[in-house]
């Protein structure tokens, strides 16, 4: 779908639109063609572009890095093999400088969230009508790449994130200390409504933050991109200040898609450090 057929508004709207699926008010079931059907469905609907490229992203990141430990050998090592061990070693030095626990699951979960949203939001250097225009040939009314853009994965994630925060929290303290934590502090006994509500917000926080942060960044940036593709459409000194502003932009880009990778999973391991404390 190209931005000459449509309005801005359309060609914008059309963009942001998730392909989705789910019960129309008729009650038959299949794609949503129209926003508004999008949201008749209701909660159950299913994004089925998030849900297709996120996993596809995740079988690529897992077949690449068993590949490479597969073929790794002694020696000099080839160019993929630095590029993997030089990921793995970065990952470590991170969990090793947040987390003073031992618990050999951080490191690995450490890793795949990392990798896994940096390829998330990778996607949103692809040229921003290439997919969408293979989708409507194939006649899929939408198709939405960038999987990070979706707060129905970001949110996800996180809830995946705050769930580990709660077991080890109660793994390593007891209920009984978990329960400490959230009603005695920082107040003491005497103040436990005061705690609780400060902790309680606190907590719940945790989850919420890390979901709309990466959620807004990647928002904004796929956004801007749409904007700058919008000016192709205005005759040629548009578009060929719109391709500079491509170009500088995804240039920029580079830094905010991998920086969001990484302190969504800095946040992560500093979490789940604090849930294997006793105090915080």
């Known amino acids: 779908m190209s931005a000459e057929a449509h309005t801005s508004t359309e060609y914008i709207r059309h963009h942001l639109q998730n392909l989705t699926y789910g019960q129309h008010v008729d009650g038959t079931w299949g794609l949503a063609h129209t926003a508004q059907e999008a949201r008749d469905m209701g909660f159950m609907a299913i994004n089925v572009d998030t849900m297709g490229f996120s996993i596809l992203l995740g079988v690529l990141f897992l077949f690449f890095f068993r590949m490479v430990a597969k073929s790794a050998a002694p020696g000099v ?19 090793k400088g947040s987390f003073t626990a031992r618990n050999p699951m951080v490191a690995p979960l450490a890793l795949t969230i990392f990798i896994w949203i940096f390829l998330m939001n990778l ?10 225009g293979v989708a409507g040939a194939l006649g899929l009314p939408f198709m939405k790449v960038v999987v990070s853009t979706d707060p129905n994965a970001t949110f996800g994630m996180s809830l995946t ?75 040629a000194v548009l578009a060929v200040t719109g391709g500079v502003l491509q170009w500088a932009w995804a240039v920029f880009h580079i830094l905010i898609i991998t920086l969001q990778a990484f302190i969504f999973m800095t946040l992560t391991i500093v979490y789940l450090d604090m849930a294997h404390q006793e105090h915080h």
């Open 161 to 235: 994130v705050f769930a580990l925060v709660l077991y080890y929290s109660v793994k390593m303290k007891g209920l009984g200390g978990f329960v400490g934590e959230l009603t005695l502090q920082p107040f003491g006994k005497w103040g436990m409504p005061a705690n609780l509500l400060l902790e309680g917000v606190n907590l719940i926080a945790k989850p919420v933050s890390l979901a709309l942060r990466l959620f807004g960044n990647m928002y904004a940036g796929e956004m801007i991109f749409i904007l700058i593709a919008i000016m192709f459409s205005g005759g």
């Open 77 to 95: 090592p080839g160019g993929l093999q630095n590029f993997v061990e030089w990921v793995v070693e970065f990952v470590d030095s991170s969990v």
């Open 123 to 132: 996607m949103d250097l692809l040229p921003i009508d290439w997919l969408p």
